[in-house]
């Protein structure tokens, strides 16, 4: 009898057969790598996405040490988190040199050094970090889920490291669950972006729209497009500018070719 006329004897139905470890929510026995490298990959690219978040912030207007500590964190734990490690963490002294290089000049001098004012600096900026991160959570979510990546940064407990007393910081991760929305076709399979879960990254196309209801004798809501007001209210002024000058040219012209007097005029 050969090999493929031998009965499979105690075959049982695998559940997870044919579907990504993703789908079936399983992790195959003998892929533990690979489910660390995916770990690894969502905390880098959601760490990326912080990383540029914190860097937007600080070039709008925010003003903190906290920011400043984030940037460098989520940069820090972005290159490690690349090289495999799903896990990262840094001591103080770690993370004081990555926000002096980040700052520069001049202000690199308040976090470098062995002093008593650099470490109070960094702790306050941590304590600031974790109570002002949630601030930051629906730009988070916003560009987490625009760029595709199904997970959002949040700050993990820091932890002693071994037997010393430093102490480790780090970032963890949020799971997203992205919008199902229809993918606009790609030309190419190689030119469509994809995304940590190997699926099509999905573009969301966003309606700038606000209802008005309920309005008597109006069956249906009043909608209302704001870039349609926001046109409106840019040429309202230059209208208004333009009826006025006309008025006024008039008003001098008129002046100008009569006889009579401006009060004879006005009477």
Not at 74 to 85: D, I, K, Q, V
Not at 116 to 126: I, M, Y
């Amino acid at each position: 009898m050969s090999a493929k006329d031998t009965p499979m004897l105690h075959a049982e139905h695998q559940t997870n057969e044919g579907r990504r470890w993703e789908e079936s929510g399983k992790i195959p026995e003998g892929d533990e790598s690979t489910a660390i490298f995916s770990q690894a990959a969502l905390l880098s690219y959601a760490a990326n996405v912080g990383e540029q978040a914190a860097a937007d912030c600080r070039e709008s207007g925010w003003r903190g040490d906290w920011l400043v500590l984030l940037q460098a964190l989520c940069a820090l734990t972005a290159r490690h988190a690349e090289s495999g490690n799903p896990t990262p963490t840094f001591t103080a002294e770690r993370l004081r040199e990555e926000v002096a290089q980040t700052v520069g000049t001049p202000e690199s001098q308040w976090w470098l050094g062995d002093t008593d004012s650099a470490r109070k600096k960094f702790t306050n900026a941590w304590k600031t970090l974790a109570t002002d991160l949630p601030r930051l959570s629906e730009n988070l979510r916003g560009r987490a889920i625009k760029g595709g990546v199904p997970g959002m940064i949040t700050l993990a407990e820091p932890e002693r490291l071994g037997t010393t007393n430093a102490m480790g910081y780090g970032l963890a991760v949020l799971a997203l669950d992205l919008p199902m929305t229809r993918a606009k076709p790609a030309t190419s399979p190689s030119a469509q972006p994809v995304s940590l879960a190997g699926t099509p990254v999905l573009e969301i196309d966003y309606q700038e729209e606000m209802e008005v209801y309920p309005i008597p004798g109006v069956r249906r809501p009043l909608r209302i497009s704001l870039p349609g007001w926001r046109g409106m209210l840019v040429v309202a002024p230059l209208f208004g500018a333009l009826v006025v000058g006309g008025f006024l040219a008039w008003l001098l012209f008129t002046l100008w070719m009569s006889n009579e007097p401006p009060r004879v005029l006005f009477q």
